[in-house]
């Protein structure tokens, strides 16, 4: 009994309380059947009234142990880049044998739902979040609140741990492939046909093809290349206009080489990237932090 009540002032400590519509409800209620059994005498009314005023006491120290008994922390959720919708992961744990209820993950106006964790499980949530700008982020303020059983009392229970990432620049700008088109004599010639894909403007009118354009869908043909150099080479004030026209189309294009496994240099001002030394996380917060 001892160790159960330490345990549940420990537990109460971590939660703090707010009213809700439903509290001034049973306030009503309660002074309403007192002044029934009061001025009545029935022993019907006394039952009602104990029956009520029970429910209400119980109410607060069952939703304190349904919500004092999670654990929640952060968790690396994959990479955040400025003006491009991300999420926050938030692992939570029930420490406890009992299924916790109707728990809901908060941060500022956004919020998900938990619905229930059974006793001793874990679930990963997903807080939406839209970074405005590059740089180093400080996710804070985020809370647990629950309003189980009765929704008499609103429990929040906040979470002490902060999140630090890194939002990268916004991918943007031109493609790859037309950076490859403006440098064909650099980096390879066009080797064997690969296809079709539609026009966007970037591509040469040489390389129309001129069947599709008769048929109502403008596309271009696209050629695979025979690479001359080893590496791609990025020139920092050669890219864009300003930096951080710059630092989004480097994003971009660090991404496409990623993905196609291509090896490639960036000539910053102060310092020389290269992919075969340094990881593509690595390279990415140099720029966002530029």
Same mark, same amino acid.
């Given at each position: 009994?001892?160790?159960?009540?330490?345990?549940?002032?420990?537990?109460?400590?971590?939660?703090?309380?707010?009213?809700?519509?439903?509290?001034?409800?049973? +306030?009503?209620?309660?002074?309403?059947?007192?002044?029934?059994? /009061?001025?009545?005498?029935?022993?019907?009314? /006394?039952?009602?009234?104990?029956?009520?005023?029970?429910?209400?006491?119980?109410?607060?120290?069952?939703? +304190?142990?349904?919500?004092?008994?999670?654990?929640?922390? @952060? +968790?690396?959720?994959?990479?955040?880049?400025?003006?491009?919708?991300? $999420?926050? %992961?938030?692992?939570?744990?029930?420490? #406890?044998?009992?299924? %916790?209820?109707?728990?809901?993950?908060?941060?500022?106006?956004? #919020?998900?739902?938990?619905?229930?964790?059974?006793?001793?499980?874990?679930?990963?949530?997903?807080?939406?979040?839209?970074?405005?700008?590059?740089?180093?982020?400080?996710?804070?303020?985020?809370?647990?609140?629950?309003?189980?059983?009765?929704?008499?009392?609103?429990?929040?229970?906040?979470?002490?741990?902060? /999140?630090?990432?890194?939002?990268?620049?916004?991918?943007?700008?031109? %493609?790859?492939? #037309?950076?490859?088109?403006?440098?064909?004599?650099? /980096?390879?010639?066009?080797?064997?046909?690969?296809?079709?894909?539609?026009?966007?403007?970037?591509?040469?009118?040489?390389? +129309?093809?001129?069947?599709?354009?008769? $048929?109502?869908?403008?596309?271009? $043909?696209?050629?695979?290349?025979?690479?001359?150099?080893?590496?791609?080479?990025?020139?920092? @004030?050669?890219?864009?206009?300003?930096?951080?026209?710059?630092?989004?189309?480097?994003?971009?294009?660090?991404?496409?080489?990623?993905?196609?496994?291509?090896?490639?240099?960036?000539?910053?001002?102060?310092?020389?990237?290269? %992919? $075969?030394?340094?990881?593509?996380?690595?390279?990415?917060?140099?720029?966002?932090?530029?």
């Amino acid at each position: 009994m001892m160790t159960f009540l330490h345990t549940f002032v420990q537990i109460n400590r971590r939660i703090k309380r707010h009213a809700t519509r439903y509290s001034i409800v049973l +306030i009503v209620l309660l002074f309403g059947l007192f002044l029934e059994a /009061y001025m009545h005498d029935f022993n019907l009314v /006394y039952i009602t009234l104990f029956f009520v005023f029970s429910l209400g006491f119980s109410a607060g120290p069952i939703g +304190i142990l349904n919500l004092g008994h999670l654990e929640a922390h @952060y +968790i690396r959720s994959g990479r955040l880049f400025a003006n491009q919708k991300g $999420k926050i %992961s938030i692992e939570v744990h029930n420490n #406890s044998k009992t299924t %916790s209820w109707a728990v809901t993950l908060h941060h500022q106006d956004d #919020s998900v739902n938990l619905d229930q964790i059974k006793g001793g499980a874990s679930k990963i949530l997903h807080l939406p979040f839209f970074p405005l700008q590059r740089g180093t982020l400080i996710h804070e303020g985020t809370y647990l609140q629950s309003k189980y059983p009765l929704s008499t009392a609103r429990l929040v229970m906040k979470i002490d741990q902060s /999140y630090q990432a890194t939002i990268y620049p916004e991918p943007k700008g031109d %493609s790859l492939r #037309s950076f490859l088109q403006e440098h064909e004599a650099y /980096y390879g010639e066009e080797k064997e046909f690969d296809g079709l894909q539609l026009y966007d403007g970037s591509q040469r009118l040489s390389s +129309i093809h001129w069947a599709s354009v008769a $048929k109502g869908d403008m596309s271009v $043909k696209v050629f695979s290349k025979e690479t001359q150099t080893p590496k791609l080479i990025f020139n920092f @004030y050669k890219v864009a206009d300003n930096d951080e026209a710059r630092l989004s189309q480097l994003c971009l294009w660090v991404l496409e080489c990623e993905r196609q496994n291509l090896p490639y240099m960036i000539q910053m001002p102060n310092k020389l990237l290269i %992919s $075969k030394k340094e990881s593509t996380d690595e390279i990415l917060e140099y720029l966002a932090r530029y």
